[in-house]
T-cell receptor, first 117, second 115 residues
Framework: AQSVAQPEDQVNVAEGNPLTVKCTYS??????LFWYVQYPNRGLQFLLK??????LVKGSYGFEAEFNKSQTSFHLKKPSALVSDSALYFC???????????????FGTGTRLLVSP | DVKVTQSSRYLVKRTGEKVFLECVQD?????MFWYRQDPGLGLRLIYF???????EKGDIPEGYSVSREKKERFSLILESASTNQTSMYLC??????????????FGDGTRLSIL
């Protein structure tokens, strides 16, 4: 089965500094990878996805993610953090149900980002 | 914008009750999903549906059932609620065949407490 790991429960960064939220994946075949954000008392919002092509994927709210096949990583980045970026971030990978082949997403455990003023 | 609406934001029920959580989407999506979210565990898939009247078990289906009588509506049923089902429940939808790998659109969640 496909899986993702988010090694940090929380990331702290000062406003204006660059931020990185880490995600590593374990898949057979080519990965479909996603990042979602969850603000307090809200559902998840899609940020960006990688399917194929450029290793740097641009998404919503100024976020981008770098796909690295050799390191099996898909880290989320932003050049300059805002206090309003404080939220819970989830990495996800496409997986398949056996034997039907139906597709689903498998989520990581989440990383809380705290941006201080 | 896709709108996924969950009928209740907060719900308190008693052990042994039959509980219904409702979800409606307005974008004619084929696929709908139910997850539960617990701290430190991320999101875990309970059930999903890829068409009307069709359903597939996810990773943690025990103690739950689902119903999809209309394309826009997907209901999660706790047959006999237990305290270990206290959680945040999230509904999501996506377009595309066979579950698809397309981005999912989420509702704002129902925080369910079982006393």
């Amino acid at each position: 089965a496909q899986s993702v790991a988010q090694p940090e429960d929380q990331v702290n960064v000062a406003e204006g500094n660059p931020l990185t939220v880490k995600c590593t994946y374990s898949v057979s075949g080519n990965p479909y990878l996603f990042w979602y954000v969850q603000y307090p008392n809200r559902g998840l919002q899609f940020l960006l996805k990688y399917i194929t092509g450029d290793n740097l994927v641009k998404g919503s709210y100024g976020f981008e993610a770098e796909f690295n096949k050799s390191q099996t990583s898909f880290h989320l980045k932003k050049p300059s953090a805002l206090v309003s970026d404080s939220a819970l971030y989830f990495c996800a990978v496409r997986d398949y149900l056996v034997p039907t082949g139906f597709q689903k997403l498998v989520f990581g455990t989440g990383t809380r980002l705290l941006v201080s003023p | 914008d896709v709108k996924v609406t969950q009928s209740s934001r907060y719900l308190v029920k008693r052990t042994g009750e039959k509980v219904f959580l409702e979800c409606v989407q307005d974008m004619d999506h084929e696929n709908m999903f139910w997850y539960r979210q617990d701290p430190g565990l991320g999101l875990r898939l309970i059930y999903f549906s890829y068409d009307v009247k069709m359903k597939e078990k996810g990773d943690i289906p025990e103690g739950y059932s689902v119903s999809r009588e209309k394309k826009e509506r997907f209901s999660l049923i706790l047959e006999s609620a237990s305290t270990n089902q206290t959680s945040m429940y999230l509904c999501a939808s996506s377009y595309g065949a066979r579950g698809s790998g397309q981005p999912q659109h989420f509702g704002d969640g129902t925080r369910l407490s079982i006393l």
